[in-house]
């Protein structure tokens, strides 16, 4: 765990519990990884595996056990007595022997049974789940420059749904993502999808046909992090404005506690001090409002993902269902009207097909009047 319940001799570098189970006191990132690598020795944070003999000498040292009771207990687990069909026979993986006794092995015959009486299989949201983790469980890059140093932090963050979507509102995390201490506040940014960067704005009911070529996320560039007093403005591009100074001045005038400001793009994980399982603040498109909750502070390990390719590096993504046509019933909807005479409910959402087919006739003209929106529905990003 990231947090410790013992005192320790540096306050500032050590997180401890604020409120137990709940969030640590605040501490650095940097000082916190520089404390864990002075701590510990080498060996236990590098990528090398160690030397077998070396291990098990180290190993019986600890458990304070003799050399023929380590040999015992190297005989007991070792994978040869695990196995339960003949050594010169190629195991099917799939099939769980009739005759098991291996508890493990009772269990997967449990959920093997569960799993065949569903009428439900997988879908395509948990094969690409798993496929996530084929592809990046102790995965190794082509080159070493690609290689995550020794001793790097990584950081498990979560990042919730808005404020405006009440049903999954502080319950559930929109997406967890795993970065490492040398990642800056602008690359978590980016690596955050909110449907509302992808709305596009304005009225399309006499020309839909023409579609687009921006989001909300190209015109509305700017955002913030609120981290421990201090809000990180997003200030790469000509465009960007400091949307935190209202609310700076708004507590400078009711006498709050002083804010201070920074650069998400110059700011990294490393130099930044937070609490451990405390909410955060993520704000972009001016009121879309993310809480961020960093769970996890550790240094990597060698069955980590070492390709730094990799990173910011998604490990889940919560499913949230479409909202379909409400003529069809079948097609996603990507059309929202007001004040139409021909939709079965106002506002209303059409799917392509049933919104060209009710409102324009076979030359393409507007029947009626309405007004029409682009929509992007938040289910289609699952």
């Not at 569960?114 to 990046?136: F, Q, V």
């Not at 499913?319 to 139409?340: L, M």
Request: glycine share 4%; proline share 5%; with cysteine.
């Amino acid at each position: 765990m990231a947090a410790s319940r013992t005192t320790m001799e540096n306050e500032d570098n050590i997180p401890e519990y604020e409120y137990v189970d709940v969030n640590t006191n605040v501490f650095h990132i940097g000082s916190f990884q520089s404390e864990w690598l002075k701590r510990l020795s080498p060996q236990e944070w590098s990528y090398q595996q160690q030397d077998e003999t070396e291990f098990d000498a180290n190993f019986a040292k600890d458990m304070q056990i003799n050399a023929q009771t380590m040999d015992a207990l190297k005989s007991v687990c070792s994978y040869d007595s695990l196995c339960c069909h003949p050594e010169e026979e190629k195991p099917d993986m799939e099939t769980v022997p009739e005759d098991s006794i291996l508890r493990t092995l009772l269990q997967r015959k449990k959920r093997q049974d569960y799993k065949a009486s569903l009428k439900i299989h997988k879908n395509r949201h948990d094969l690409y789940a798993e496929e996530l983790d084929r592809l990046t469980v102790v995965r190794k890059p082509d080159t070493v420059t690609d290689m995550l140093p020794e001793g790097e932090i990584i950081l498990t963050i979560n990042i919730y749904y808005p404020a405006v979507f009440d049903k999954f509102n502080y319950v559930r995390p929109h997406m967890t993502l795993l970065m490492t201490g040398s990642h800056t506040l602008a690359e978590l940014r980016d690596a955050i999808c909110c449907v509302s960067d992808l709305q596009v704005c304005g009225e399309f009911s006499n020309t839909p046909d023409v579609a687009p070529d921006f989001t909300s996320k190209d015109l509305y560039k700017s955002a913030f992090f609120f981290f421990e007093g201090i809000f990180y403005n997003d200030m790469r591009f000509p465009e960007c404005q400091d949307i935190s100074m209202t609310i700076i001045e708004w507590a400078k005038s009711h006498n709050f506690p002083p804010y201070s400001q920074a650069g998400m793009e110059d700011t990294r994980f490393s130099d930044l001090k937070v609490k451990v399982g405390f909410p955060y603040l993520y704000c972009h498109q001016g009121d879309c409002e993310h809480l961020v909750i960093i769970t996890d502070v550790r240094l990597t390990h060698r069955d980590d993902c070492l390709d730094k390719k990799f990173y910011p590096l998604l490990i889940h993504k919560h499913r949230i269902a479409t909202q379909k046509c409400a003529v069809c019933h079948i097609f996603i909807g990507r059309w929202f009207t007001k004040n139409d005479q021909f939709a079965p409910s106002d506002p209303c959402l059409f799917c392509e097909k049933c919104f060209r087919m009710l409102h324009y006739d076979s030359e393409g003209k507007k029947l009626g009047n309405f007004v029409a929106y682009p929509y992007v529905d938040r289910g289609a990003f699952n």
